[in-house]
């Protein structure tokens, strides 16, 4: 288990409820600071020291207040700790729940759990510390679609093209040839089953009749 | 011989580029005279002329700045750096431009043109950031430093070289500073020595003296520290140091050196009431006659004559002190002559008052010029700056301006200005409309919060306490109620909180659309890929996502829509977003949510037009 954990977090009322949790799981050494830069100095002197920690548990909103902080967000201090530190992990806990962000952390930071704050949160955490311990990701249920890969909703001009062949009663290996003789290009077959596919999936059908139905209804064609 | 065996065989094998290296090579030797490397290289710069080979040719001119460098022959230095700097920046190789820029800032250094000096230093800085190159980073800031201290630019000069040693701190491999950190404790022992904080100049020499194993820079901390306990009156302190010293020197076998020591240790000697100080003043003064070293010379003879006069020989003293002055003169430095002819007045020879006010005078003068010079230049600098922003700023207008053509400017003069003046007018009603417009926003957007939490929150949160009250809900319904309440907060401040803009915000908002996926409905974009967004003010893109989050939440929450669709065109800048979907519909009277949708729109100057009947779905144009 980590024998050493930092926590980033300026709620007192929070910060109490990590560190119950912490003690409960019985971690040797814990730490919590209530400022960006303070988080930064302490990991600097665990290095330093040659005791570093080895997960960082941080908030990503820091309420301002009379000192004047470096970094003053949560996402600043994962940057500035994931470049001078790359071997830590970090969990990020928080009530930010917006995907994009989420997905930016783990993309970018390369983050290593995000648990939201809500009912579940405390539990959350415990299971993210014990996963992310065996370098897995964690990842709060409500948000997971943050690191699903998610298909395109979007059709595009070239997709109508086909709708368009279709619903004219041509079969694919005939757009094919349309299209080259056209010269509108992909146009090979593989690609027009591809595309044609990918439209029967975002539209939830089961055959070209029904893909075309729908697409007269949304006013595609 | 070497001379002629190059020229012939270089420019007979055009083609052979390996020799212009081997030239080079040889260039470097150390057993060859300057003149004779000089010869190598212009052969060498000749053949990469006709070769057209820029890299060589850049070669060439950075060795050839390095020996001149050497030679102290500082016009040339300059010289070749400057065609350097330019070719390396037609190239674009941003590692020789640092390079060029330090050789000639250093030619600047050696000439005295310190002004031009330390912009090319800053030059040299902002390009070592850039490049991360940490070596010549410090390099910039320590020759920074030193250069403004010799402006007298103290304070600057101090702020500069701790920055260097922060610096110097943060990296793994100090050792290999070690040499920078010398330079830079002494230049920080000098600015204190300046201002007469002793205790803190002898702090610094001493964490100079402590990063050198070099005996002569030894030397030149002992000497200095030395110095420092002569002026605090430590004079057993200073003697011992000198000793030291002196013992180096002469370890050295450095005649030079020999000579310094033992001028400093007469100076100790005499405070100690010594007359051995005589012995060991007039030693070093027989030392550096033999080397013709004037400055030296200098010294010994200003030694001598405070010695003398500290054991009251008048005669003497004024003999040596008139010898200084006269060895100040060919020396041509000011602060010298001044030195000795204060001497000279407080040995009681009234004759030179006048040269030495007059001296005194010029100088402050000359000084307070080299700072203002500076600082002029630095401000200028700034100006530049801002002006290249300015200009940028200005493009736009020229464009249009351009346009009404050279020729007729004075018969659309008087157009112009009516023009002006009704623009003005124009421009100012409806700059006071648009305020208006916007503080109606900020108020409607306000009250809306407002009622939202009232609503949504606070109503809930007074009812749950009321249970609690009455003892009528468990532990666990408590939690779920509170929950619930918590995850509508939220809701409330992921609406109106920020929202981060980047390039990529086709993908932004099909993320938005995306997530409002249900097992129960199909949602699909079109031509969302195609939209150039550049030409939306951030401003606009923010209302155009909250817009769409809007018209998605109300949707899902009210519309049962099984199909919902949301185009994007673009004509030129105009943007147009079409949202449909295929739900129960609205009759579109009394909707605030809307009215708030087409407030936002309205206030970036955008249309939305809504069209909705009950049972006939939900639609809504947005133009942008």
């Known amino acids: ?221 | 011989m070497l001379i002629t065996s190059c020229y012939s065989p270089c420019l007979a094998q055009e083609n052979n580029r390996d020799d212009v290296y081997a030239i080079f090579k040889k260039s470097y030797r150390k057993k060859l005279s300057i003149n004779k490397q000089h010869a190598l290289l212009n052969c060498a710069l000749e053949h990469a002329k006709q070769a057209n080979d820029i890299p060589k040719i850049l070669k060439a001119y950075d060795i050839k700045t390095f020996l001149f460098s050497f030679k102290e022959e500082k016009d040339s230095t300059i010289f070749y750096a400057k065609k350097s700097i330019e070719l390396s920046t037609i190239e674009k190789d941003s590692i020789k431009l640092l390079y060029a820029y330090n050789r000639l800032a250093n030619g600047y250094r050696f000439a005295e043109k310190m002004d031009a000096a330390l912009n090319a230093y800053e030059i040299q800085l902002e390009l070592s950031q850039k490049l991360a190159n940490t070596n010549m980073q410090v390099n910039a800031y320590n020759c920074i430093s030193l250069v403004k201290r010799k402006m007298g630019l103290s304070f600057e000069s101090e702020n500069i070289a701790t920055k260097a040693i922060a610096l110097i701190d943060k990296q793994k491999n100090k050792e290999y500073y070690n040499s920078y950190l010398t330079a830079l404790y002494n230049g920080l022992g000098i600015i204190y020595k300046e201002r007469k904080e002793y205790d803190q100049a002898l702090a610094y020499y001493k964490n100079g003296l402590s990063f050198t194993d070099d005996p002569s820079e030894q030397n030149i901390f002992l000497n200095n520290i030395g110095n420092i306990y002569l002026k605090s009156g430590s004079y057993e302190k200073a003697k011992y140091n000198f000793q030291l010293a002196l013992d180096n020197a002469y370890k050295l076998n450095n005649e030079k050196q020999v000579a310094r020591a033992l001028c400093n240790l007469g100076g100790a000697k005499y405070n100690l009431n010594d007359t051995l100080a005589i012995d060991n003043i007039a030693k070093s003064l027989e030392i550096r006659s033999s080397l013709d070293y004037k400055a030296g010379m200098y010294s010994s003879y200003h030694q001598m004559a405070k010695a003398y006069k500290y054991f009251k020989n008048n005669n003497k003293a004024l003999e040596y002190a008139g010898k200084a002055y006269e060895t100040a003169k060919v020396l041509n430095t000011g602060e010298e002559q001044l030195e000795s002819l204060k001497l000279l007045i407080d040995l009681g020879s009234s004759n030179y008052i006048q040269p030495y006010i007059v001296l005194r005078d010029s100088m402050e003068m000359l000084e307070s010029g080299a700072t203002y010079k500076y600082m002029s230049l630095k401000y200028n600098y700034q100006k530049e700056h801002q002006i290249a922003q300015e200009n940028e700023l200005k493009y736009l207008g020229s464009e249009v301006s351009r346009k009404f053509g050279e020729n007729k400017r004075v018969a659309w003069k008087w157009g112009l200005f009516i023009l002006g003046i009704l623009s003005v007018i124009i421009g100012g009603s409806a700059y006071i409309t648009y305020r208006k417009k916007r503080l109606a926003e900020v108020y409607a957007t306000e009250t809306r919060i407002a009622k939202q939490v009232h609503d949504e929150i606070a109503n809930d949160i007074y009812y749950t306490m009321n249970k609690i009250q009455h003892q009528r809900i468990d532990e666990e319904t408590t939690l779920h109620t509170l929950d619930d309440i918590y995850q509508r907060s939220r809701d409330i401040s992921k609406k109106n909180g920020s929202l981060e803009i980047d390039e990529n915000f086709s993908k932004t908002l099909e993320d938005l659309l995306k997530s409002y996926k249900t097992n129960n409905n199909i949602i699909i974009t079109t031509g969302i890929n195609s939209i150039n967004w550049s030409y939306i003010e951030k401003q606009g893109c923010i209302t155009l996502y909250r817009v769409l989050q809007e018209l998605m939440t109300n949707m899902s929450k009210h519309s049962k829509a099984k199909l919902v669709k949301v185009s994007f065109t673009q004509n030129k800048r105009k943007i147009y977003i079409e949202y449909w979907d295929n739900g129960i519909g609205t009759n579109l009277k009394n909707k605030s949510g809307l009215s708030y949708v087409e407030n936002r729109i309205k206030t970036l100057g955008g249309k939305i037009i809504f069209d909705s009947e009950i049972n006939k779905g939900f639609k809504a144009n947005i133009i942008l």
């Open chain 1, 1 to 221: 288990m980590y024998q050493k954990i930092l926590v980033a977090e300026d709620l007192k009322s929070i910060n109490e409820g990590v560190q119950h949790l912490l003690e409960e799981i019985e971690i040797p050494v814990i730490s919590s600071v209530q400022y960006c830069d303070d988080a930064l100095l302490k990991l600097k002197k665990a290095v330093i020291d040659n005791e570093p920690y080895e997960l960082l548990i941080t908030d990503l909103s820091f309420k301002k207040d009379h000192r004047n902080e470096k970094y003053s967000s949560g996402e600043e201090l994962i940057a500035v700790v994931k470049d001078q530190f790359p071997d830590i992990h970090i969990i990020v806990y928080s009530v930010d729940d917006r995907i994009q962000k989420i997905k930016k952390l783990f993309e970018k930071f390369d983050i290593n759990g995000f648990v939201c704050k809500g009912r579940n949160g405390i539990q959350d955490l415990k299971d993210a510390i014990f996963i992310t311990y065996k370098n897995k990701v964690f990842i709060s249920s409500q948000v997971s679609q943050a690191l699903r890969k998610t298909s395109s909703i979007n059709i595009d001009d070239y997709d109508i093209i086909l709708l368009n062949y279709l619903a004219q009663g041509h079969i694919q290996d005939e757009i094919s040839q349309l299209l080259k003789n056209q010269k509108i290009s992909p146009n090979s077959l593989s690609t027009v089953e591809k595309r044609i596919n990918k439209m029967k999936s975002i539209l939830e059908v089961q055959n070209t009749v029904h893909l075309i139905a729908i697409a007269k209804d949304m006013g595609l064609i």
